[in-house]
């Protein structure tokens, strides 16, 4: 072997490599832990950007429906206590038609004391009689209401007389509670008198703007439909809308004072309650509810609106119907009102139309054309409470609803600020992290120099020895020159050379030996492999295998809608495995069956026996087997051969309500079954005396009985699972029957959807973030 001289070949030396290596490495080191670390900043500062401004986007929105509740809130308590007002000054009048001697008593009373509440005089251009200004209330008798003799007919001067009381009365109501234009008292239809309290020129004003109002009765003229629409109340040939009398009109002008208004009515009965007889009614000016609404102010331009459940904008500020594109128009159609058109529909900007067409309520996201630019806007929405809303000719169910509008750029203006900021801070942080980079290789460069000498004499002897260990020379060993690092090296060189020489020697029988436990082991874990994935695919195929199952034997949504007696609401939620509860709905022959069960335990196995309980009852009802404890029975003894076959070792509990359109009979055992009346009042029926638990015995006929439930309108039913009252919260507290009792009386009022969904919104609610051990099944049915 020829030694080539180290200064012949600078870059072959073992210094040159280990500047070159080492130093390399390092090199390499540090730009990789440099390149991580900033690359870390940058995605610190991206994650910090997006939390921030996920939270700063959650704030800002939670405080504009904060914003609009508020609005909403404010505007429902103006309309809240117009309402009141009206219902006191109807409530008067009402105990005046029911207590006809006390009518007839204050009515004199007051003629007594202040005859110009009660004496008219006829107007021969008008041919209309009124009371001398004066009074505290005008009233006004038209032309058809009065005898030869131009004096109110007998009957017309008794009504006259006893709605004199809204002279003590609406006084005091107009100082205290809302703002309120007037209030009055209309009569019946056969005698429409007319008294308005404060007192204004009524029938004059009449005869300026509405030329031949006296020539119609005034119920047909200005309000057509209205004193319809309340006789069906009282007839019950039309149902309310809302449920309350109070009727509210479409925002109209005035024809006395010029203004937009809102009027308020709210309809008297008959003593026997058969008939109508008259009206109570309030008048509150647009301005007072604009007044409410134009006074948002969100961020720096944000605004707010007030529309009808048709698009029509009610209440809006000057700037805020220039940005979303509304042109008003005057709707002069009507008879006896003048309607405001300004609605969102006939919007300059498309997505304000848009939004007409879907309102719905939450957050909406818009761009809107602000002077050639697009402008992203964010728009909430929020439904005010129905009413009964008059339009000509009918009454109908209306909800207005809050818009506020704000564009993005100034809500989110914070969101931006704290962006920039994380933005700078990050480039900062980049900076100083190159320049600590920079310093740490020259010092690392530095000290690889230095040392590279001392370790080169410690590293060049073991070279020497390793080129003799190459040339199988294992009797070699290097002197220990120094204790440090190379001197360890060299130890353990010499320790290395001795185990060289020793397993050369062994080499062979090592190999075998290793080779063999190798194989061995490589066998042993492919088997394991194999039989892993086996039970992988099974288990997998078993759990797709019973969650189909669950979703086909649940009834459509056509079948929980078929019945026009029973509105029916379904909820069912699996725990962590296949679901083993069920549920049914089935119809043959205008009868229906709901059924309602628990099977033991979850998996294919129960999946299977929910199959087995759908097919058999559904082939039984097709049979028409109508028997209702016939009907168990024969489910029962199919059930149980097939769990005796197939070795299941699972049983149920099971029950069913039988309706034919007319009686509903409840058979089987279950958990119990609650009964919320229209009246609110709770009953409650236990299952344990109506059945067995399907599949435990061949014969259930002695156990089997059946309960008649008598169902009168809006009552309802709940049926559920024990997964629903055994549902627990972090405490391990139950949700117990009496709460979900509570929630279905709360709720009662409502139609079956929004009972199934409040209940489990308030079950979800109390569970939170705790494990669902159970599976959750519930249905409502509303009785129509």
């Given at each position: 072997m020829t030694n080539t001289p180290t200064s012949s070949r600078p870059w072959g030396s073992f210094r040159a490599k280990f500047i070159l290596v080492v130093g390399g490495a390092v090199l390499i080191d540090l730009l990789i832990s440099g390149?991580?670390?900033?690359?870390?900043?940058?995605?610190?500062?991206?994650?910090?950007?997006?939390?921030?401004?996920?939270?700063?986007e959650q704030a800002s929105q939670d405080y504009i429906r904060t914003y609009a509740n508020s609005t909403a809130a404010q505007v429902s308590l103006l309309l809240g206590q117009v309402n009141n007002d009206v219902g006191v000054l109807a409530d008067v009048l009402q105990e005046q038609i029911d207590s006809p001697q006390r009518q007839a008593d204050i009515g004199s009373a007051i003629s007594g004391t202040s005859?110009?509440?009660?004496?008219?005089?006829?107007?021969?251009?008008?041919?209309?009689?009124?009371?001398?200004?004066?009074?505290?209330?005008?009233?006004?008798?038209?032309?058809?209401?009065?005898?030869?003799?131009?004096?109110?007919?007998?009957?017309?001067?008794?009504?006259?007389?006893?709605?004199?009381?809204?002279?003590?009365?609406?006084?005091?109501?107009?100082?205290?509670?809302?703002?309120?234009?007037?209030?009055?008292f209309i009569g019946p239809k056969e005698r429409p008198i007319f008294r308005t309290a404060p007192y204004t020129d009524q029938a004059q004003t009449f005869d300026r703007l509405y030329p031949g109002h006296n020539d119609a009765n005034f119920w047909d003229f200005f309000f057509?439909?209205?004193?319809?629409?309340?006789?069906?109340?009282?007839?019950?040939?039309?149902?309310?809308?809302?449920?309350?009398?109070?009727?509210?009109?479409?925002?109209?002008?005035?024809?006395?004072?010029?203004?937009?208004?809102?009027?308020?009515?709210?309809?008297?009965?008959?003593?026997?309650?058969?008939?109508?007889?008259?009206?109570?009614?309030?008048?509150?000016?647009?301005?007072?509810?604009?007044?409410?609404?134009?006074?948002?102010?969100?961020?720096?331009s944000g605004f707010g609106f007030l529309a009808m459940s048709d698009g029509n904008v009610i209440a809006i500020s000057k700037d805020g119907e220039k940005t979303i594109g509304l042109r008003s128009a005057s709707d002069t159609k009507g008879t006896?009102?003048?309607?405001?058109?300004?609605?969102?529909?006939?919007?300059?900007q498309p997505a304000i139309a848009e939004l007409a067409n879907n309102p719905g309520t939450g957050i909406r996201h818009l761009l809107l054309d602000q002077n050639g630019e697009t402008v992203p806007f964010m728009v909430i929405m929020k439904e005010l409470p129905p009413v009964n809303l008059w339009q000509p000719g009918l009454?109908?169910?209306?909800?207005?609803?809050?818009?506020?509008?704000?564009?993005?750029?100034?809500?989110?203006?914070?969101?931006?600020?704290?962006?920039?900021?994380?933005?700078?801070?990050?480039?900062?942080?980049?900076?100083?992290?190159?320049?600590?980079?920079?310093?740490?290789?020259?010092?690392?460069?530095?000290?690889?120099?230095?040392?590279?000498?001392?370790?080169?004499g410690g590293i060049s002897a073991l070279a020497g020895a390793a080129r003799r260990i190459q040339a199988q020379d294992y009797s070699?060993?290097?002197?220990?020159?120094?204790?440090?690092?190379?001197?360890?090296?060299?130890?353990?060189?010499?320790?290395?050379?001795?185990?060289?020489?020793?397993h050369t020697e062994n080499l062979?029988?090592?190999?075998?030996?290793?080779?063999?436990?190798?194989?061995?082991?490589?066998?042993?874990?492919?088997?394991?492999?194999?039989?892993l994935e086996r039970e992988n695919r099974r288990l997998g195929t078993e759990l797709a295998v019973a969650e189909r199952i669950q979703m086909m034997v649940l009834p459509l949504a056509s079948e929980l809608s078929s019945s026009k007696d029973l509105e029916i609401a379904a909820y069912m939620s699996a725990a962590d495995e296949v679901g083993g509860d069920y549920y049914d709905v089935l119809e043959a022959d205008g009868r229906f069956k709901i059924g309602i069960g628990d099977v033991t335990g979850h998996g294919l196995e129960s999946g299977v026996l929910m199959l087995m309980v759908q097919s058999v009852a559904r082939a039984l009802q097709e049979a028409g087997t109508t028997d209702p404890v016939k009907f168990l029975i024969d489910l029962n003894s199919a059930l149980f051969k097939n769990i005796v076959r197939t070795r299941i070792d699972k049983h149920l509990t099971l029950a069913f309500l039988d309706y034919d359109g007319n009686d509903m009979f409840i058979s089987g055992q279950h958990e119990e079954v609650i009964i919320v009346r229209a009246n609110g009042?709770?009953?409650?029926?236990?299952?344990?005396?109506?059945?067995?638990?399907i599949g435990l015995e061949s014969d259930i006929s002695s156990f089997v009985n059946t309960r008649k439930i008598t169902l009168e309108k809006d009552d309802i039913i709940v049926l559920h699972t024990d997964g629903v009252t055994e549902a627990e919260n972090a405490e391990g507290e139950l949700f117990g029957i009496e709460r979900l009792c509570e929630e279905a009386v709360r709720l009662h009022e409502q139609s079956a959807d929004h009972i199934a969904t409040g209940i489990i919104d308030k079950l979800m609610a109390y569970i939170g973030s705790h494990k669902i051990h159970d599976d959750i099944t519930l249905l409502v049915l509303r009785h129509r």
């Open positions: 390149g991580l670390a900033l690359w870390n900043v940058q995605r610190l500062s991206r994650d910090a950007a997006e939390e921030v401004g996920h939270g700063l005859p110009d509440s009660v004496r008219l005089s006829f107007n021969p251009a008008g041919k209309w009689a009124q009371n001398a200004p004066g009074a505290p209330s005008v009233v006004s008798a038209w032309g058809y209401l009065l005898d030869k003799d131009h004096s109110p007919r007998p009957d017309v001067q008794a009504e006259i007389q006893a709605s004199s009381i809204l002279d003590l009365v609406a006084p005091s109501l107009l100082k205290s509670g809302s703002s309120k234009l007037q209030m009055y057509p439909g209205l004193y319809e629409s309340w006789q069906s109340w009282a007839t019950g040939a039309g149902s309310q809308p809302v449920p309350d009398d109070i009727t509210q009109t479409a925002p109209y002008t005035d024809a006395i004072t010029g203004k937009q208004i809102v009027s308020f009515f709210h309809p008297l009965w008959s003593a026997d309650r058969k008939t109508v007889a008259g009206t109570a009614g309030a008048d509150i000016t647009l301005d007072q509810l604009a007044e409410t609404v134009e006074n948002v102010k969100v961020a720096e006896g009102v003048t309607g405001l058109e300004r609605s969102l529909k006939g919007s300059s009454v109908r169910k209306d909800a207005m609803s809050l818009g506020i509008v704000v564009p993005e750029r100034e809500i989110y203006a914070s969101l931006f600020a704290a962006q920039a900021k994380i933005s700078d801070a990050t480039n900062r942080i980049v900076l100083y992290q190159i320049l600590a980079i920079l310093l740490s290789l020259t010092i690392v460069t530095m000290a690889v120099l230095a040392v590279s000498k001392r370790i080169t070699v060993r290097v002197a220990v020159a120094s204790r440090d690092e190379v001197g360890e090296a060299s130890e353990a060189f010499n320790r290395m050379a001795e185990q060289i020489s020793y062979e029988q090592l190999v075998e030996e290793r080779t063999a436990e190798i194989e061995d082991a490589k066998e042993e874990i492919s088997i394991l492999n194999a039989q009042a709770l009953e409650r029926i236990e299952t344990m005396d109506l059945g067995l638990p």
